[in-house]
């Protein structure tokens, strides 16, 4: 379905520039350069557990997702990663802390990337040669995470605590220490729980390197707070072309996470749309239970693999006229939907038929392309 048109032009908005950066490959995906924006989330299944995890991992690609990271904090886990890196449809990182040895596993394992948070990795700066000689020899990127809570002691007492400037100075510090030793495919991520110390972080680290940059708002809360917070703050940074793969860090299943970071992305043309859904917000007017019906539609058009836009309008102020723009839609009143393309009435049916009319011309139009005849 093409962008839609900025009001009065005709042409569709324009995307923002993207910053320039070297390119990495994780596994079959290209981050950074001019590579799409790639949507991640992190498992939450036991790593070990390797039936519950593939299927895990089954369920968010399938929501869109391009590369899953998986933690592995224990032998068991990383005795795990081989089977996991072997048979999952996407590209697999290892989460590592705390044990550098879980960085050699997890690139003997096959994984596609690593992470390493080296504020939390015993020994990192003796061993930083070995894990990039192994990287280098595997052809696998580090992902270098930082966050407030495994800031050095000695730069929260330079700046003052986790400041912007904290987190920046500290993943520049740790990508120097790889760069020392030739290893230069390095993704970074600095990340905190409020969206605006996030997003200067990231400002400022976009001036200060030309390495990829991995979007997250850290510990953003619950589904709602959460996707707020993070739509937020990636919509300031992806508008300024800051940012090349993002993960929505949600209290709620990783597959809600990916269909968050899928949305944000389709919102700013970052991402080809799927199907919308355009619905009014309700008003006096109303002689239709609005919310419940569009749930109801939302809930007959999950997974539709067309990328319609499809109105539910509550009353005929806000119904073909507003939604012109829509491929389908229904205006509601009097016990009745006025189902109408393209800002076209085509027919009027009953409302319990509601639902299953805009389901019926919603395969109509995919399969002609046209609506059908009314056949009132």
């Not at 390797?50 to 224990?74: H, S, Y």
């Not at 005795?79 to 705390?98: G, N």
């Not at 090349?244 to 043309?269: F, Y």
């Not at 839609?329 to 085509?346: A, D, E, P, R, T």
Request: glycine share 10%; hydrophobic share 40%.
């Amino acid at each position: 379905m093409p962008a839609p048109s900025t009001p009065g032009t005709g042409q569709a908005p324009q995307v923002p520039v993207r910053r320039r950066t070297r390119k990495l490959k994780v596994g079959d995906v290209s981050v950074g350069g001019d590579a799409p924006i790639s949507v991640q989330t992190m498992t939450t299944t036991k790593t070990a557990d390797v039936d519950a995890t593939l299927q895990q991992i089954a369920e968010v690609t399938a929501a869109g997702c391009d590369i899953i990271r998986v933690a592995v904090p224990t032998n068991d886990d990383a005795a795990a990663l081989p089977a996991i890196a072997a048979k999952s449809p996407v590209p697999v990182i290892a989460d590592i802390h705390f044990q550098p040895r879980y960085v050699f596993a997890a690139l003997e394992a096959g994984c596609a990337a690593v992470r390493v948070n080296p504020g939390n990795i015993k020994r990192f700066d003796d061993r930083v040669g070995e894990i990039a000689s192994a990287a280098l020899a595997a052809g696998v990127p580090i992902r270098i995470g930082v966050n407030a809570g495994s800031l050095d002691k000695r730069l929260l007492a330079k700046h003052g605590g986790p400041t912007p400037a904290a987190l920046v100075e500290s993943a520049l510090w740790e990508a120097s220490l790889f760069e020392e030793h030739g290893f230069r495919d390095v993704k970074i991520a600095v990340k905190h729980h409020d969206p605006l110390t996030m997003v200067a972080a990231n400002r400022l680290l976009a001036e200060r390197c030309d390495y990829p940059l991995h979007l997250g708002v850290t510990e953003a809360g619950p589904a709602f707070q959460g996707s707020i917070k993070s739509a937020t703050a990636f919509s300031i940074l992806l508008g300024e072309g800051i940012g090349d793969t993002i993960r929505v860090s949600l209290s709620a299943p990783p597959v809600e996470q990916v269909k968050a970071g899928c949305q944000i992305l389709s919102s700013l043309n970052l991402r080809p749309r799927k199907l919308e859904i355009v619905s009014c917000p309700g008003c006096g007017r109303l002689q239709v239970d609005l919310h419940k019906l569009t749930g109801q539609v939302e809930a007959a058009f999950d997974g539709f693999p067309h990328p319609l836009r499809i109105a539910v309008m509550g009353c005929v102020v806000n119904g073909p006229g507003e939604a012109k723009e829509a491929d389908i839609g229904v205006s509601c009143g009097n016990g009745k939907g006025q189902i109408f393309h393209k800002g076209h009435v085509i027919k009027t049916v009953p409302e319990s038929k509601i639902v299953e009319a805009l389901l019926d011309e919603a395969q109509s139009l995919v399969e002609t392309d046209v609506p059908r005849e009314d056949t009132q």
